[in-house]
């Protein structure tokens, strides 16, 4: 199979389109012209011929036929009528004219099926009449482009002579070589100017095949040439995979040679590496789809060209940093990396896999770069300086192509050595890293102030946690097998979480990638005590997480780490993983770096951040497991006290009902039997339900106590003090029941009554006469995420 056939025949519509190029004007929707004006313009037309005479009147007909050339068909009859009058000595033709009468042969050249050699010589005559003479001293680019594009079109006419053919070619050399510095004038000419490069390397005649290549080359390095930009090396690349595939239809191996010899194994000087980058991944892309065995000498020809330029790329850019790339390395990059994703697959190159990697990070996902520009530019420029640059990213060829950039990085890494993969992973692990502390820091100093420019750049930041993940996802599938060494098992599983915790803040969807890896890494870490205390030590400390250290600019900011959403998405990542490797963190690193963490988030206003918290001390109170149990144990009675009190000094407000419950219904399972804590939490607890109690207010029109009302907060109270009276211990339970009977007491009759009726229903629904502990299940503390 070889290059997708053009939709159209006309070859730089077809370039446009591939490329999501849509500079060129003349390639917009069809026009609603009507089949009369059509007519109308022909008549016209011929009459201008017939009167020796040309008047506005017949230019505006020239531009009804260009604007309808969609669907225009042109025949020789009509195509003499045009070459008649372009070659008559007493027609005074406007300069502007010219352009119109070229397209209007070019759209005759492409769309008809038969062409008599003799109009096609006619053509040719005329256009080197015009070339020759005063027509083209006046140096139009339009005029330039539109005759490139149709010499180009003459010169791959089937029927036309080989002398036409050879006319053609030499005259669309000299203007390029001679008059490439108008392309430069106006970027919409491009794809004219490249279709017509396409068109003369198809051609039958080989005399001027190499010459022609050379002015493809060489067209982009000169100072005053066009621009070397992604949307034209895109359609450079298209270029050559519509020239390829021909040259294998027709079975031109002289020309498949001379392009592997020219452009792949003796790469002149002059040569610009951007265009020999797209073209080489334009001749891949026809090679991936061609079942030719013969072509893989041709496919290692080309991949060993694109691995030479990326080798000198990675050895001027090795010591750049995020914000110090110099622009050509840049562009370069991108080049690079928008080319493999476009050629197929390609196979592994140790330096194409460190641009890739380079490029993903400085190009795609430049976030680093920009955060320094934000830091560094004056508050009242933002908007005017790096918004725009955002949206513009945002926009790009480049950005657009990440998913499938990504992709081809990733296979790279499976096929790479060991080495690479090892720096490669370090350089993403790092990398996650620095957006966290960046976004941070630049999230604080733009607040509420600059919605849109932080809201940009969370954007690219979620497509590069896309990138994380499914690399993430790569690596997780190649190293953490059975024959991966544990000791690299273990501390590749805590640098992916640790990544992923500095990447959480931008997870807006649930990724079944995300997922997988997740659950692959936790296996691992989960088994090992080492790698459990690595993971929890990651943390970020009580002092880092209450401070952050404020920009100079900004220092009179306050900084609330309540509001630290970037923060406490990571913190909440933490706190989800660690309930399911609680039994492997000894009790000493729970002390020191575990418990404070988890008392502070439990005062979180965001419901979920507290909730996880109370899922972490349940899991603690249910671990069993440690070197000293005793030191576990000790733990576990001193963490009661102050867990009961930040649990009920935020309720009803912060603090989760259900997160207190749970962690309350883990202590009293968990403790040793009559222990002081058990006592004292039921103590706290019958307080405040007794304060809640007393604020229900009560009136003969509204009796809150005549009917059970769960979702009310002294209700939810006494349901738990309920429950735990088939969960307490018999040392205990003496102390409870008569706990609850001085706060019934307190109540009115009709709350007696109720609360008696409840109790009742309890204790006769119980079925626990053992009173004996049951041990929560590993499973009740799955992930959550």
Not at 93 to 104: A, D, I, N, T
Not at 734 to 748: D, F, G
Request: negative net charge; hydrophobic residues 45%.
């Amino acid at each position: 199979m070889m290059a997708k056939k053009p939709e159209s025949v006309l070859l730089e519509e077809w370039l446009c389109s591939s490329s999501g190029t849509h500079k060129n004007v003349t390639l917009r929707h069809p026009s609603s012209t009507s089949a009369q004006s059509i007519i109308r313009a022909w008549a016209d037309i011929r009459d201008s011929l017939q009167n020796q005479s040309f008047h506005s009147n017949h230019l505006q007909s020239l531009r009804t036929l260009v604007d309808v050339q969609f669907s225009l068909y042109i025949a020789d009859p009509q195509a003499k009528l045009l070459l008649s009058i372009l070659s008559s000595q007493k027609v005074s033709l406007p300069q502007e004219s010219y352009p119109l009468f070229v397209r209007l042969l070019y759209i005759w050249v492409r769309k008809s099926s038969r062409h008599s050699p003799g109009v096609i010589d006619s053509a040719v005559e005329v256009l080197l009449h015009l070339f020759s003479g005063h027509i083209h001293s006046n140096k139009s680019i339009s005029f330039l482009s539109e005759g490139v594009l149709l010499l180009g079109a003459l010169s791959f006419v089937p029927s036309a002579s080989e002398k036409s053919k050879t006319v053609c070619l030499k005259l669309l050399c000299q203007l390029l070589e001679e008059d490439y510095r108008l392309i430069r004038l106006s970027e919409r000419t491009i794809p004219n100017v490249l279709a017509g490069i396409g068109y003369a390397l198809s051609s039958s005649v080989n005399i001027y095949f190499v010459r022609v290549l050379s002015c493809l080359m060489e067209l982009w390095d000169k100072s005053d040439g066009p621009s070397a930009s992604l949307s034209n090396g895109l359609m450079i690349l298209h270029l050559m995979e519509w020239s390829f595939s021909n040259f294998i239809n027709s079975h031109s191996a002289d020309k498949i040679d001379l392009f592997s010899r020219e452009v792949l194994k003796n790469t002149r000087p002059a040569f610009s590496l951007f265009a020999v980058v797209m073209a080489a991944a334009g001749v891949l892309r026809v090679i991936n789809r061609s079942e030719q065995k013969a072509l893989i000498a041709l496919k290692n020809s080309a991949e060993e060209r694109i691995e030479i330029i990326a080798c000198g790329l990675v050895s001027s850019a090795e010591d750049a940093d995020y914000a110090t790339m110099e622009p050509r390395n840049s562009f370069m990059l991108q080049c690079i990396s928008l080319a493999l994703s476009k050629s197929g697959p390609f196979s592994y190159q140790p330096h194409v896999f460190l641009c890739l990697t380079t490029s993903l990070l400085t190009e795609i996902f430049p976030l680093p770069r920009i955060y320094v520009k934000i830091q560094e530019s004056p508050s009242g420029n933002l908007v005017g300086l790096v918004l725009n640059e955002v949206q513009q990213h945002l926009d790009s060829i480049i950005f657009t192509e990440a998913g499938a950039i990504t992709g081809v990085f990733c296979n790279q890494y499976v096929m790479a050595d060991e080495e690479n993969r090892s720096a490669v992973e370090d350089i993403i692990w790092n990398y996650c890293r620095d957006v966290y502390m960046w976004h941070r820091k630049v999230a604080l100093m733009l607040g509420c102030r600059e919605e849109a420019l932080l809201g940009n750049l969370e954007k690219i930041a979620e497509s590069a946690f896309l990138m994380v993940v499914v690399f993430a996802l790569a690596v997780t599938k190649h190293k953490l097998s059975l024959s991966a060494h544990q000791e690299i098992q273990m501390r590749l599983s805590v640098r992916i979480l640790v990544a992923f915790s500095c990447m959480e803040y931008f997870r807006r969807m649930r990724l079944p990638e995300y997922m997988d890896t997740i659950r692959a890494v936790v296996t691992r870490v989960q088994e090992n005590e080492h790698a459990c205390v690595s993971f929890v030590e990651s943390i970020p400390s009580y002092d880092d997480l209450t401070n952050q250290a404020v920009p100079s600019s900004f220092q009179k900011m306050e900084y609330m780490w309540t509001t630290d959403e970037v923060q406490t998405a990571r913190i909440l990542f933490y706190l989800r993983v660690i309930p399911t490797c609680v039994e492997c963190i000894p009790a000493s690193v729970f002390r020191k770096v575990l418990a404070p963490t988890m008392f502070l988030y439990m005062g979180h206003p965001t419901g979920k951040l507290a909730k996880a918290s109370h899922s972490v001390f349940v899991a603690f109170m249910s671990s069993g497991k440690d070197a000293d149990p005793d030191e576990r144990d000790t733990l576990k009675e001193q963490l009661v006290f102050y867990y009961v009190k930040r649990s009920l000094e935020g309720y009803p407000g912060i603090t989760p009902f259900e997160g207190m419950a749970s962690g309350v219904v883990a202590l009293v399972r968990h403790l040793p039997a009559g222990s002081p804590s058990i006592f004292y939490c039921i103590q706290c607890l019958i307080e405040k339900t007794d304060s809640l109690c007393s604020s229900v207010n009560t009136t003969p029109e509204t009796d809150l106590w005549k009917s059970w009302d769960g979702e009310l907060e002294p209700f939810k109270m006494l349901d738990l003090l309920f429950r735990l009276l088939s969960l307490v211990d018999i040392q205990v339970l003496p102390s409870l029941m008569k706990s609850l009977a001085q706060l019934v007491i307190k109540l009115p009759s009709s709350g007696q009554d109720m609360i008696l009726n409840e109790l009742y229903q309890h204790v006769a629904e119980s079925d626990d006469v053992t009173r004996k502990p049951t041990q929560l299940r590993s499973e009740d503390y799955g992930l959550a995420f």
